[in-house]
């Protein structure tokens, strides 16, 4: 990772100083990105269990399934949305959880 300097407008800057209560506004930034990262692994993690609940598998099952199994009812729209659906929530799920992994 690069080390780089972000120029943030005054009342972006301020914003985080009043929402973190923390003086320095490199270590408000993290704050807030660690809190927000928290709460999109938790929205993610339930729709992974959203999906699970409904076809009583894990996703790599039910990959291995829909790639194995020339089934009709994989052509549906719903079944099509919803492996998609899925596969984007697995895949941003892992993301962040690998660069993240530091999170208490």
Not at 53 to 80: C, L, P, Q, V
């Amino acid at each position: 990772m690069s080390n780089s300097t972000m120029v943030l407008p005054k009342e972006t800057a301020q914003l985080l100083v009043d929402l973190t209560g923390e003086a320095r506004v490199d270590v408000a930034l993290t704050m807030i990105i660690r809190e927000y990262a928290r709460q999109q692994l938790t929205k993610l993690g339930n729709e992974l269990q959203k999906f699970e609940r409904k076809y009583g598998m894990s996703f790599e099952a039910y990959r291995h399934i829909w790639n194995a199994d020339d089934n009709e009812d994989h052509y549906t729209f719903e079944a099509e949305d919803d492996y998609l659906m899925w596969e984007g929530a697995v895949t941003r799920h892992k993301r962040l959880s690998d660069n993240f992994a530091w999170l208490p």
